[in-house]
């Protein structure tokens, strides 16, 4: 039997497609929602799971950040995938038909001046390939999704318009989450690590807490805060860095780290994308 790999969504999403380029020969399995895909990874139902973390243009997923920490998997791995939206309508709409765009909020977010330039109403849907296939279901030639190329092949659309995000840099980035930690060696090449902490609760603790990574020579690369189940008091980071833990310079600054927090968790050690090689900013 082949093996399994979840994401959120349904046939046609752009997690799919991450999935397909990833692991071309395994099964990919649509979730209805995050906590059904972590579900499916949980309950062996999936062996990995495909997870989108932030976008280029829209941010952070936020979901994630909750969800992450407390699931117990593990990183180990990370895919950058070009997003291209597509309008697409049931055979017979155009342009000209078309009074309004249903799709995800991010992808809306992404597609915001074209379709203002459309003159289009976005219509708020729980993500874009279901967004497609209700499209299809109700055959409205003045309704139109926004969604990947896929989905317009799974549900039969036409494509009105190709490309209608408005950035061309417009990406996501997923991580691969599995049961099992699986870090990289520290001699495979370059490698990224993830963790969440808890600074303790002294003045200047962060800046402290912070100070490891630039007398190590340590890039950091995402820093990011969010509230413990709604309470102002109690913050988490979740934080991504170049390097591996076993190499001197990560250790000694995870040791400090360590010292100024009250929690510390390291989520995954995994082979940089080689994306990151193509979006690296130029040697001084």
Request: with cysteine; net charge negative; hydrophobic share 45%.
């Amino acid at each position: 039997m082949p093996k399994v790999i979840a994401f959120q969504g349904e046939r046609g999403a752009n997690s799919e497609i991450a999935c397909n380029e990833v692991y071309p020969d395994w099964e990919a399995l649509p979730c209805a929602t995050f906590e059904d895909a972590f579900a499916a990874l949980g309950d062996r139902s999936a062996d990995l799971a495909m997870i989108p973390i932030d976008n280029s243009i829209a941010g952070r997923v936020a979901d994630i950040h909750h969800l992450l920490p407390g699931s117990g998997f593990h990183i180990i791995g990370e895919h950058f995938l070009p997003i291209h939206f597509h309008l697409m309508a049931p055979k017979g709409a155009t342009l000209a038909t078309i009074r309004e765009a249903q799709s995800h909020i991010m992808a809306l977010g992404q597609c915001r001046r074209t379709l203002r330039k459309l003159g289009l109403k976005p219509v708020v849907a729980a993500d874009t390939a279901g967004s497609a296939r209700q499209v299809a279901e109700a055959g409205d030639v003045t309704r139109a999704a926004i969604a990947p190329r896929l989905a317009a092949t799974v549900y039969g659309l036409e494509i009105l318009a190709e490309d209608i995000q408005d950035e061309n840099h417009n990406t996501t980035r997923f991580v691969i989450l599995a049961r099992e930690r699986r870090d990289a060696p520290a001699d495979s090449g370059p490698v990224m690590t993830s963790f969440v902490f808890r600074v303790r609760n002294v003045p200047a603790a962060l800046y402290k807490a912070m100070g490891g990574f630039a007398t190590n020579g340590v890039n950091m690369t995402k820093l990011e805060s969010y509230m413990i189940e709604g309470q102002f008091s109690a913050t988490q980071f979740y934080a991504e860095v170049e390097g591996h833990p076993e190499a001197r310079p990560l250790r000694l600054a995870l040791e400090e780290l360590q010292f100024f927090s009250k929690e510390l968790k390291v989520l995954g050690t995994y082979p940089a994308h080689p994306y990151r090689a193509q979006i690296a900013p130029p040697a001084e």
